[in-house]
């Protein structure tokens, strides 16, 4: 039986205005030869929502500065349990949508864990997540993005 660490988890799902989403390469440190792809996002630090916690980490992972009520509600939220250097966690994940008109993406402000563990960044299409080669996570992304971006 797996002991699972509770965690609660803000993601971002940053689209810009051709209808791509923003993902980073990343490995375990405890398996570095099977890389995935994930959305901006991360942990709540103590005391703080889960808007807030978003619009720190798109600041942190990708420089982009917006006050927490520009991110509204969130979209989407889920359940996934994952393994992370040697540690597996049991994570409530809510994911806010924002649009970008393709600013400039700065990854400076990543900090020592992620560095360490993210090797690159890119736009996806759906079309191109379909076809992904490496796992994506969520693993249903473009049926959330088909979803939240309807009409857009």
């Given at each position: 039986m797996v002991d699972?660490?509770?965690?609660?988890a803000a993601r971002v799902l940053l689209v810009d205005e051709a209808g791509r989403v923003l993902l980073f390469r990343g490995v375990d440190p405890g398996r570095p030869g099977e890389p995935y792809?994930?959305?901006i996002g991360?942990?709540?630090d103590a005391g703080e929502t889960?808007?807030?916690?978003?619009a720190r980490?798109?600041?942190?992972?990708?420089?982009?500065?917006?006050?927490v009520a520009a991110l509204?509600?969130?979209?989407h939220a889920e359940v996934t349990e994952f393994p992370f250097d040697?540690?597996?966690y049991r994570q409530e994940q809510e994911f806010f949508l924002v649009r970008s008109s393709g600013a400039e993406i700065d990854t400076s402000g990543f900090d020592e864990v992620e560095r360490g563990s993210i090797t690159s960044y890119r736009w996806w299409?759906?079309?191109?997540?379909?076809?992904?080669?490496?796992?994506?996570?969520?693993?249903?992304?473009?049926?959330?993005?088909?979803?939240?971006?309807?009409?857009?």
């Open positions: 699972f660490v509770p965690r609660r792809w994930f959305t991360g942990g709540l889960p808007a807030q916690a978003a980490e798109l600041r942190e992972e990708a420089g982009l500065d917006l006050p509204g509600e969130p979209v040697g540690v597996w299409s759906p079309p191109e997540l379909e076809s992904a080669t490496e796992p994506v996570h969520p693993a249903d992304l473009v049926d959330v993005l088909r979803r939240v971006t309807a009409g857009a």
